[in-house]
């Protein structure tokens, strides 16, 4: 099932968008802020796929240079990923048993 990115989502391909001055390369400070932008998602309950994602910058319009697309996809899976592999940690609960 492929998921329609929502609103929220979409705000934020915005943001990262307005926020990466030099659409052909991105800067080491720009992929920090573009994985806090898609782990603020994340944590917001807001879920997105990653074809829709790439389906986004490719059709945008500004992002010319498709290295730079790929990287933003890329990134927007591994947070997502990174996300999904801990979860399961976050639901164990604090039992004293000493397993």
């Known amino acids: 099932m492929v998921l329609p990115l929502t609103n929220p989502v979409i705000i934020k391909l915005n943001e990262i968008t ?5 659409k052909s390369k991105l800067t080491e400070i720009e992929v920090e802020e573009i994985k806090k932008i898609f782990r603020g998602l994340i944590e917001k309950g807001e879920r997105y796929n990653v074809d829709e994602i790439e389906f986004w910058f490719e059709n945008e319009g500004s992002w010319k240079i498709k290295e730079p697309r790929v990287r933003i996809t890329n ?4 947070v997502q990923d990174k996300y999904q592999q801990t979860a399961h ?11």
């Open 75 to 78: 990134l927007s899976g591994y």
């Open 18 to 22: 307005t926020f990466v001055q030099d």
């Open 89 to 99: 940690l976050r639901i164990i609960p604090d039992d004293n048993c000493g397993c």
